[in-house]
């Protein structure tokens, strides 16, 4: 369940985070990636060393890095996160995170966190019990944190009580269930085909065109899509991504291959979302050796491949077709162009300009247009792109 999760594991400054680096491992154990947020105390109680090395990434402590001052940007890690863990959550920090107090780095991620959050309380007994901590988790649990109730035992001060820090293998428990929360099924019945990855066009046998295309929007797409029920087949260029549960998945390589394994397969599905970056040109000829070289320069003979997209478009009927267009000018008109020619019922419009969207990141800026008008999406999580994109297409079925 928590295989491919990324998750935020917050640290306070409490006795129990000694129990932070046993957590710690068994999220990675479990296959999630893990990046760790201390509060300034939570170092006299746990090295970040031990939490660097268990997690596998650098600790996080300061708004910057004070050596280069580089920023310790809260907001990309509250965007990256599928979930956030604090752990241990002492009473001062669940009181900020109840009044939005936001003084430092793991409470400005608690604020700029979009993703479930997860909070196991740790604390003495009477702290524990005393109405304003008892208030301030009520709060929290209106706000939708999810509090994992700390064990009744033997506590730090030798007080044998409620407050003790629930034990890691639970909190990963916990933490795996909320993740595995479902999405309502709205899809069922449905079947897609969502194309995804770059091509790869070979020059001869060892050497190729390509292009930065990481294949992260288009797999996003075909999860969100089989989460809501629908069956998926993606027809995946190269990525090197894992397939998401319940999606069928055909590799191809080159523009042709995918165009082959895309004409074959429309017929029988409800609709297509293009998310390849598909070569527009090919090698005229393949070299059946590898090609050495001369003396001099030399040009490459290309020609057009075909266009995947358009000649969905053509045998659509009342399928819905879902494209992108990335674009560093004329972007709207561009953008309308594609629409039109292609035949989609709306279009993801990908700025290059603006900073964090486009190739390998985790995060996008698009716009969704159709014929009726554009609307401008956020910075945001792939995966909520995605969450957007197949909105759209449950409103058009
Ligand atoms: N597409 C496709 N088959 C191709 C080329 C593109 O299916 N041979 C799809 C892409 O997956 C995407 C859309 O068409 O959904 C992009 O259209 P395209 O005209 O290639 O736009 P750009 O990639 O932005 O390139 P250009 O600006 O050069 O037209």
Not at 103 to 120: E, Q
Request: net charge neutral; glycine share 8%.
């Amino acid at each position: 369940m928590l295989k491919g999760k990324h998750i935020i594991l917050g640290i306070t400054g409490s006795i129990a985070a000694y129990k932070s680096a046993v957590l710690c491992r068994l999220l990675v154990g479990a296959g999630a990636e893990v990046k760790v947020v201390m509060t300034p105390l939570a170092k006299q109680f746990i090295t970040p060393l031990t939490m660097a090395t268990l997690s596998k990434n650098p600790i996080l402590v300061d708004f910057f890095n004070p050596e280069n001052g580089e920023w310790n940007s809260h907001v990309k890690l509250g965007l990256w996160a599928d979930c956030y863990l604090i752990a241990p959550a002492t009473a001062n920090t669940l009181a900020k995170m109840a009044t939005g107090v936001a003084d430092n780095l793991l409470l400005t991620t608690y604020l700029s966190a979009r993703c479930p959050v997860a909070v196991a309380p740790a604390m003495d007994l009477d702290m524990y019990a005393h109405t304003a901590t008892q208030r301030n988790l009520e709060r929290l649990r209106e706000d939708g944190v999810h509090i994992i109730a700390p064990a009744a035992g033997e506590l730090a001060s030798g007080l044998v009580g409620n407050g003790r820090m629930a034990e890691p293998q639970d909190i990963v428990a916990a933490v795996a269930e909320l993740l595995a929360e479902k999405k309502k099924p709205t899809l069922t019945g449905k079947h897609f085909l969502v194309t995804a990855g770059a091509t790869i066009e070979p020059i001869d046998p060892v050497r190729y065109i390509s292009n930065h295309s990481s294949g992260k929007m288009g797999y996003a797409v075909a999860e969100e899509l089989a989460e809501r029920g629908a069956q998926v087949t993606l027809i995946s260029g190269r990525t090197a991504l894992t397939t998401p549960k319940g999606v069928e998945r055909v590799d191809v390589l080159s523009a042709e291959e995918m165009y082959q394994a895309c004409v074959e397969r429309f017929e029988q599905t409800d609709g297509a979302v293009m998310c390849a970056a598909v070569a527009d040109y090919t090698p005229q000829s393949v070299a059946s050796e590898k090609i050495k070289k001369g003396e001099g320069d030399m040009a490459i003979a290309l020609k057009r491949t075909r266009d995947i997209a358009a000649e969905l478009g053509q045998r659509k009927g009342n399928r819905i077709l879902v494209g992108f267009a990335m674009e560093t000018q004329n972007e709207q008109a561009n953008a309308e162009d594609k629409l039109r020619r292609k035949n989609f019922d709306f279009i993801v419009l990908n700025s290059l300009r603006v900073e964090g969207a486009g190739f390998r990141g985790d995060t996008n800026v698009v716009s969704l247009i159709d014929a009726t008008g554009r609307k401008d999406l956020p910075l945001m999580s792939k995966r909520e792109v995605a969450e957007h994109i197949v909105d759209k297409i449950e409103e058009s079925l």
